[in-house]
C-alpha cells in the first residue's frame, strides 16, 4: 500500500517528498490509513525528540496591531475591540508566574505595536534577564533586521514568526500590508544569527490548496527550521474573513502528522486555534506529533481582549497537567519538578 511505501521512504530518507507529503494531506477521516501513520508519527517522535511535552508560558502584552491581515480579530480595522497595552511592571509580574509553575519558556508576544519601539523591547528582554535564566521568545512580528539582532543582544534567543503561507500570491492576498519578502527574510536572517527560530502557516486559508501546504512543509525543512506551528484558520467575527469556513480540522492533523515525518526532530507546538475549535484535539495532537505546549498567563483582565478569534480557548496550565497525566503522556522534566513529582 501507499502507506508502507511511505514508511519505507521515510525509514531511508528520515524525511518526505512531496508526493508522500499529498498522500498524508489528503487522507480522510476515516481512512484507517490514517491511525496507521498517526501512530507511526508518534513512534518517530519518540525516537527523534526528547519525548517529553515542553509547556511553555505566552504573554500576550498588547493587541494593537498597525496591520491588517484580513484573518485576524486584532487586526488594524477592527474598531470594535477594545485595545490594552500591558505595563512593565504588569509583564514582569507575568514573568514570575512563568518561573514560578516551571514553564521552560517565556514567549511575549502581541500585535505589530510600535509604541514598544527597539528599546522599550530591549529594556524589558534585559528586565526578563535579571529575573530569570528561562529562554525569551519574541512574537511581535515584522521588525527591522537590524532590531532582531538588537533583540539577540539583549538576550532573547528565540522567535517566532509564521511564513502563513509561502504561496506568494496567497500570502499578498491575505496579509495585505505583511510583505513576503521582508518575513521570509527575517525568518531566515533570524536563523542565521542563532535564534531558535518557530515558524508556521495556517490551513483554511481561501483558495489554498494541499499542493500550497506540502510546499509550506518543503519550505520549513529546507530553511531548516526547527519549530513548526500549523493552526487551522477561524473565522473570526469584525474581520472580512467573517462568513468564511474554518479550517478542517482532519487536514491540520493531517498536515501536523506531515511535519513530523518531514523534520522529525523539530519542537512542534500545538495550536490555540486548534484547541479553540476541538480541545479533544488538541490534546490528541499532542500524543501523535506535537511536543509543545503554550499556556496562557496573560492576566484575564487583559487576556479577554486578545481575540484573534473569537471564543480563543484559555490553555489552562492545570487543565493541561491534568489531561497530559490522564493520558500518560511525559511532561518536561524542569515542570514535573516545579509540581514536586
Ligand atoms: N503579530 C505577530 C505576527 O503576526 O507575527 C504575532 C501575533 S499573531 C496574532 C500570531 C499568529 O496568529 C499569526 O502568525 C497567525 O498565523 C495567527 N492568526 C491570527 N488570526 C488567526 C485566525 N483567525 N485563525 C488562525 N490563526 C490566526
Ligand atoms: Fe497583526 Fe499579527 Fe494579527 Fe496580522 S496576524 S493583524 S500582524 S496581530
Not at 511536543?291 to 490553555?315: H, L, Q
Amino acid at each position: 500500500t501507499k502507506g508502507k511505501k511511505l514508511l519505507d521512504y521515510f525509514t531511508e530518507n528520515k524525511t518526505l517528498n512531496k508526493e508522500f507529503i499529498l498522500y498524508i494531506l489528503g487522507l480522510e477521516k476515516d481512512d484507517p490509513q490514517r491511525n496507521l501513520l498517526y501512530k507511526a508519527s508518534s513512534i518517530v517522535k519518540e525516537n527523534f525528540t526528547a519525548n517529553y511535552v515542553s509547556i511553555k508560558g505566552l504573554i500576550e502584552f498588547s493587541n494593537y496591531c498597525s496591520k491588517n491581515c484580513y484573518y485576524c480579530g486584532i487586526r488594524r480595522d477592527n474598531k470594535t475591540l477594545k485595545r490594552y497595552r500591558m505595563t512593565e511592571e504588569d509583564i514582569l509580574e507575568a514573568v514570575e508566574k512563568v518561573k514560578k509553575l516551571g514553564l521552560d519558556t517565556i514567549i511575549l508576544q502581541s500585535g505589530e505595536d510600535y509604541f514598544y519601539d527597539d528599546d522599550k523591547i530591549i529594556a524589558l528582554i534585559k528586565k526578563i534577564k535579571k529575573l530569570t535564566k528561562l529562554p525569551i521568545s519574541i512574537s511581535i512580528g515584522e521588525r527591522d533586521f537590524e532590531s532582531y539582532f538588537k533583540y539577540k543582544k539583549a538576550g532573547a534567543i528565540r522567535t517566532l514568526l509564521k511564513h502563513e503561507t509561502v504561496n506568494r500570491e496567497l500570502f499578498e492576498k491575505v496579509n495585505p500590508d505583511k510583505k513576503y519578502e521582508k518575513r521570509l527574510g527575517l525568518l531566515k536572517y533570524a536563523n542565521s544569527i542563532g535564534y531558535v527560530t518557530g515558524s508556521g502557516f495556517i490551513i483554511g486559508l481561501p483558495g489554498q490548496t494541499n499542493s500550497d501546504i506540502a510546499d509550506d512543509l518543503l519550505f520549513i525543512r529546507d530553511e531548516k527550521v526547527i519549530m513548526i506551528g500549523i493552526g487551522p484558520l477561524i473565522a473570526s467575527k469584525n474581520t472580512p474573513y467573517e462568513n468564511m469556513e474554518n479550517g478542517s480540522i482532519t487536514k491540520t492533523l493531517n498536515a501536523c502528522c506531515a511535519a513530523r515525518f518531514v523534520v522529525p526532530n523539530s519542537q512542534m507546538p500545538v495550536t490555540t486555534a486548534l484547541g479553540t475549535l476541538d480541545i479533544k484535539t488538541h490534546y490528541d495532537a499532542l500524543e501523535y506529533f506535537c511536543n509543545v505546549v503554550m499556556v496562557n498567563i496573560t492576566p484575564d483582565k487583559f487576556r479577554k481582549n486578545y481575540n484573534i478569534y473569537d471564543n480563543k480557548a484559555k490553555i489552562d496550565f492545570f487543565e493541561t497537567i491534568d489531561e497530559l497525566e490522564k493520558r500518560e503522556i511525559k511532561i518536561c522534566p524542569i515542570t514535573t519538578k516545579a509540581l514536586g513529582r
